[in-house]
């Protein structure tokens, strides 16, 4: 017999966009107004050491995707997380219910960087992707249409009206749930 899994009660968002543009930000928020828990993917990579070492050029950790995957798979496709992390195209398209992208003008993302002491080289490789929209272009390949939306983070009104908006599709993806399972 199939291992099937059981349906959802609660959904897997991944919020995704270039370093910089909100994603903690945004996850932390809709964590505190929500059932949902906030799984900081470079925190987890850096505390369960899923990853092949230190990359000292880009001062960043290089991730054994293998290893993250095996350690997310029993969360992610059970529900009820929000996966922050900038890199969107390797999660199974099967636990994600929600692909959110974040964009920011790419002066007010280098302004973010700067503050964060990123090096030079990192700055202007983040904000080159940012122009080029490298993460909403990887969001749709990767990912059905309808499930990835993309929304502006650069002042507090638009955090606060982009949780709000997440927040609504939770409780309409709730209730399609809870009617399909009736029916
Ligand atoms: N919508 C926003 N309005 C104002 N400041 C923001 C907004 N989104 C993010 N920031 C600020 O930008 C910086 C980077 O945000 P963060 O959430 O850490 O980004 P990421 O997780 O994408 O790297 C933080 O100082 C945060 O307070």
């Given at each position: 017999m199939p291992d099937e899994q059981p349906p959802r009660q609660q959904p897997t968002i991944l919020i995704t966009g270039?370093?910089?543009?909100?994603k903690s930000t945004h996850a932390a928020l809709l964590a505190q107004q929500t059932q949902l828990k906030h799984i900081n993917i470079g925190d987890l990579v850096k505390e369960k050491g899923?990853?092949?070492?230190?990359d000292e050029e880009w001062q960043s950790y290089t991730v054994d995707e293998d290893k993250l995957l095996d350690e997310l798979e029993p969360v992610a496709s059970a529900g009820g997380v929000i996966l922050d992390w900038?890199?969107?195209?390797?999660?199974?398209?099967?636990?994600?219910?929600l692909v959110v992208v974040l964009r920011c003008d790419h002066t007010v993302l280098w302004e973010r960087l700067e503050e964060r002491k990123y090096p030079l080289k990192k700055i202007q490789e983040n904000n080159e992707s940012e122009i080029m929209q490298t993460i909403l272009d990887e969001a749709k390949e990767s990912y059905a249409e309808e499930i990835v939306v993309e929304l502006r983070s650069e002042s507090t009104d638009e955090l606060e009206t982009n949780v709000d908006r997440i927040m609504t599709w939770i409780k309409a993806w709730k209730r399609d749930r809870v009617e399909k399972v009736d029916e």
């Open positions: 270039t370093p910089g543009t909100g899923l990853h092949e070492g230190f900038h890199t969107c195209d390797i999660f199974p398209e099967r636990w994600i219910d």
